[in-house]
């Protein structure tokens, strides 16, 4: 309405002025008529009343400058006015279904996120907004329902370390002032749980700061054998029940975080030590080729099924429960692997066949 009024006022203005300007014209044309110029209009009126006639002429002019500006503004009022009524019913009209829009969305809330959309059966300028809003809503719902996952998962693996250290305790305060054995090991179990939990904890800040994107990454240039032969040796120390190989070209280099890379494979090797029979083998192996670099680690261990295949990245996801509870799996190394991988821009798989061992994948851009 107000855009409209200085429309119309600034349109008043204009037409006054051309108008006037006109009138002017024809009265200063009047004035300095003089007799005897052919050219021109001829006014036969009688030399005692000339001056009677220009103050007249004169007084006409002005009345009819006031008349004409008094009609232009009421009709600038009357236009202004039912212009603005049928701006505010068309404009109305057209953004109801902005307000429908809005009313349906502040529905929407924590628990009715998963199952309230919004209306797609709209005018065509807002079914583009709400089928995006609803694509939205689907991301939400479904980043949601991961973290009400992940809490569920991460208070129920803290609960078992909680549950034995309250245990000890109590074994403590009954019997561990005399007796030497159930303090010693109370204070055993104690040492491990604790263990258990600050390494869970610091699997789950990491994995807070890759979801978050704020993990650092300190890249360097180092060569994929050292890094090999280095994993090889610290494993052999802690493990002797497992035959471990690795193929690698000497000059093969990878620009990435090294201690994160170490970390990774640490990762694949453990998930492969503990679905591997003594006596099997575990193989690391890095190739490159026109646009990343591959490492691999396989084993010959007891597989897993199709249908696990697609979930073994998830978080606190294992595949045979009662024997990752047995070996201490918390079920979130390959999560972290997953997230190191995806940090460098990289990506990470599996293959797998019941019987027939499995082949974790890690790909990085050269």
């Not at 005692?48 to 103050?55: A, C, E, K, M, R």
């Not at 789950?204 to 990454?217: C, M």
């Not at 396989?298 to 597989?303: L, N, Y």
Request: proline share 2%; charged share 25%; with cysteine.
């Amino acid at each position: 309405a107000l855009l409209i009024a200085c429309a119309c006022i600034c349109l008043n203005l204009l037409l006054y002025r051309s108008g006037a300007t006109g009138m002017d014209s024809l009265g200063g044309y009047i004035m300095q008529y003089q007799p005897g110029d052919v050219e021109g209009l001829a006014i036969e009126i009688p030399d005692d009343q000339i001056s009677d006639f220009l103050i007249h002429f004169s007084q006409e002019v002005c009345d009819a400058k006031a008349l004409y500006g008094y009609k232009g503004w009421i009709i600038t009022s009357v236009v202004t006015l039912l212009s603005a009524a049928i701006a505010y019913f068309v404009t109305g009209s057209a953004l109801k279904p902005l307000g429908q829009f809005s009313r349906q969305a502040e529905k929407i809330n924590q628990d009715s996120i998963a199952t309230l959309r919004l209306d797609e059966s709209t005018v065509r300028e807002f079914q583009q907004l709400s089928r995006s809003v609803n694509q939205m809503l689907d991301r939400l719902a479904q980043s949601f329902d991961l973290q009400r996952q992940f809490a569920g998962n991460a208070a129920h693996e803290l609960r078992t370390p909680l549950a034995i250290l309250q245990g000890n305790a109590n074994l403590l305060d009954r019997w561990g002032r005399e007796d030497k054995k159930v303090l010693s090991d109370s204070i055993d179990s104690i040492a491990r749980q604790t263990s258990y939990m600050n390494k869970l904890v610091e699997n789950l800040l990491f994995l807070a700061r890759s979801d978050g994107k704020r993990q650092e990454l300190k890249k360097a240039t180092f060569f994929v054998k050292k890094l090999f032969e280095e994993l090889l040796e610290e494993q052999v120390l802690l493990d002797e029940a497992h035959v471990y190989k690795a193929e690698c070209d000497d000059a093969l280099s990878l620009c990435a975080d090294r201690s994160m890379v170490k970390q990774l494979l640490h990762a694949a090797i453990d998930n492969s030590v503990k679905y591997t029979p003594e006596g099997g083998s575990i193989s690391l192996a890095a190739f490159e080729d026109e646009h990343s670099i591959v490492l691999s680690v396989m084993d010959t261990g007891i597989g897993m099924d199709a249908e696990h295949l697609a979930h073994i990245f998830e978080r606190f996801y294992r595949v045979d429960k009662a024997r990752a509870r047995a070996t201490g799996g918390m079920g979130l190394g390959l999560s972290i692997a997953a997230a190191i991988a995806t940090a460098h821009g990289g990506s990470i798989s599996a293959e797998s066949e019941a019987g027939k061992g499995t082949k974790i994948t890690a790909i990085f851009p050269r």
